[in-house]
C-alpha cells in the first residue's frame, strides 16, 4: 500500500521511482529496517502518512 501510495504521487522525483521500483522487486514481503527508513524518508517529503492496519 505505501508504495502504491507514493506511486501515486505526480510530482515525485525521479529518484522515487527507482527506491519504487527495488522495493517492488523484493522477493520478500517486508522491508528491512534500512529498506523501512529510506520510505519513510520519502514519505515525509512528499507529507504522506501511512496508518498501519491493525
Same mark, same amino acid.
Given at each position: 500500500?505505501?508504495?502504491? $501510495? #507514493?506511486?501515486? *504521487?505526480?510530482?515525485?522525483?525521479? @529518484? *522515487?521511482?527507482?527506491?519504487? /521500483?527495488? #522495493?517492488?522487486? $523484493?522477493?520478500?514481503?517486508? #522491508? @528491512? @529496517? #534500512? /529498506?523501512?527508513?529510506?520510505?519513510?524518508? *520519502?514519505?515525509?517529503?512528499?507529507?504522506? *502518512?501511512? %496508518? $498501519?492496519? %491493525?
Amino acid at each position: 500500500m505505501r508504495l502504491r $501510495q #507514493l506511486h501515486q *504521487v505526480a510530482s515525485r522525483d525521479s @529518484s *522515487v521511482y527507482w527506491l519504487l /521500483q527495488g #522495493l517492488g522487486k $523484493q522477493a520478500k514481503p517486508y #522491508l @528491512s @529496517s #534500512l /529498506q523501512a527508513k529510506l520510505l519513510a524518508a *520519502v514519505e515525509r517529503e512528499y507529507n504522506l *502518512v501511512w %496508518k $498501519q492496519q %491493525k
